[in-house]
């Protein structure tokens, strides 16, 4: 996975993001991955419905299973 600097983050806009805050970019199908994996260790249920929601709206063809 490209590494996303802080320029980049921030240059990112706001769709591009499935948490609370600017928190958990999706901005790409790499990126997208990543959070479902912090959220579904870390995350309460709220918080993963959410980035599970907006990963398959934005990468239907991703695996969330």
Same mark, same amino acid.
């Given at each position: 996975?490209?590494?996303?600097?802080?320029?980049?983050?921030?240059?990112?806009?706001?769709?591009?993001?499935?948490? @609370?805050?600017?928190?958990?970019? %999706?901005?790409? =199908?790499?990126?997208?991955?990543? *959070?479902?994996?912090?959220? $579904?260790?870390?995350?309460? @249920?709220?918080?993963?419905?959410? %980035?599970?929601? =907006?990963?398959?709206?934005?990468? *239907?063809?991703?695996?969330? $299973?």
């Amino acid at each position: 996975m490209a590494k996303l600097s802080a320029g980049d983050r921030s240059d990112l806009p706001k769709g591009d993001f499935a948490g @609370p805050d600017r928190s958990y970019p %999706v901005n790409d =199908k790499n990126h997208a991955r990543a *959070p479902l994996s912090r959220v $579904s260790e870390y995350g309460d @249920p709220e918080l993963k419905a959410r %980035v599970r929601r =907006k990963v398959v709206e934005k990468y *239907p063809d991703i695996d969330i $299973s």
